[in-house]
């Protein structure tokens, strides 16, 4: 089996959710047709690229796995204030919000209540090193329309939670903000995998799944996404790599001592 990259060269200035990249890594890959580079693919990326970006396609069952895993947005967003209004050994500041409204769907009026799927702030210790700051998660729909607003838009709306939370309308606003933007990334389009309605241990098996089947492995598949019981984890990333890497050493060291199933 085959794989074929855009070129690197025709990825040159990208740039992650509108601005200019800072960094990119690339994984160069070797095919009949020469050396190409490719930046990192996300289960999000693959889930709308798969049928363009790779040729010739994946098997049935792994496309399948893609589009049945769900793929989220969770982002963070960092307060630094000046002062705080915190007491000393506060760790995190929950929110509740007293809603009389009827529930309705994500995405009714997000430019009125994305903020409201904040829930709760950690305090980012020790100060000494991190400053006074807060961060702030969101996830869903509300996630990714944040990512589409300016960051005065965001402060102006998180200074508003902070009055409402604190009840001091007169509080001194953030002096700045920062958030992830994870949804807008080109080669993420999100942030992490579940396991969605529909969807199954056995799909984020076959996602797992080296190809082809039949032959000499030529490729592999690591990531949260393909970890059983650790998806959506860091710790789930990092145990997939060891088990790609093992399956590695097993086809390529013929020594007793990497004779041995790969780590799961």
């Not at 496309?63 to 793929?71: K, N, P």
């Not at 056995?202 to 190809?211: F, G, S, T």
Request: glycine share 6%.
């Amino acid at each position: 089996m085959l794989v074929s990259f855009i070129k690197s060269q025709d990825l040159e200035g990208a740039g992650i959710a509108g601005k200019a990249a800072r960094r990119h890594v690339w994984v160069s890959l070797m095919s009949a047709t020469g050396l190409y580079n490719s930046p990192p693919m996300f289960v999000g990326f693959l889930k709308e690229h798969h049928e363009t970006f790779i040729d010739p396609p994946l098997p049935p069952r792994k496309a399948d796995a893609i589009r049945q895993l769900g793929f989220g947005t969770n982002n963070k967003i960092f307060l630094e204030f000046e002062q705080p209004f915190w007491p000393p050994d506060c760790q995190l500041i929950e929110v509740v919000w007293e809603d009389e409204s009827p529930l309705v769907e994500a995405g009714t009026d997000l430019q009125a209540s994305w903020f409201r799927k904040l829930i709760v702030f950690l305090v980012l210790q020790p100060p000494e090193r991190y400053g006074h700051v807060l961060c702030g998660f969101i996830a869903g729909k509300e996630s990714e329309y944040m990512e589409t607003l300016s960051d005065a838009a965001v402060l102006r709306a998180l200074t508003d939670v902070i009055h409402k939370l604190t009840g001091n309308p007169h509080l001194a606003p953030p002096k700045k903000v920062m958030r992830s933007q994870w949804h807008s990334a080109p080669y993420t389009r999100g942030s992490y995998s579940y396991v969605a309605v529909g969807s199954s241990g056995d799909d984020i098996d076959a996602l797992a799944q080296p190809l082809p089947e039949d032959a000499l492995l030529q490729v592999l598949f690591a990531g949260e996404a393909t970890h059983r019981t650790f998806y959506s984890t860091t710790h789930g990333a990092l145990l997939s790599g060891w088990r790609e890497a093992d399956r590695l050493l097993s086809l390529y060291d013929t020594s007793e001592s990497h004779q041995h199933k790969p780590r799961l």
